[in-house]
């Protein structure tokens, strides 16, 4: 059974995830081939005061 991780930073909306996990199921069968029904997600939501860039967190002012 496949599982693919996703890494994003927060911001999306309840209404947004079930296209989010439909879309990234269908790229995966598309390209690898496959059964939907045997695709795992693992959605990690990441505060922007907990990701950076470039040294800086997403939290602070961006120049």
Known sequence: MPTH???????????QEPKRVAAITG?????????????????TDIRRDHWATGGQLWSEPRD
């Open 27 to 43: 790229v995966r069968v598309e390209i690898l081939g496959g059964q939907p029904d045997l695709v795992d997600i693992a959605v």
């Open 5 to 15: 991780h996703v890494e994003m930073m927060e911001g999306r909306t309840l209404e």
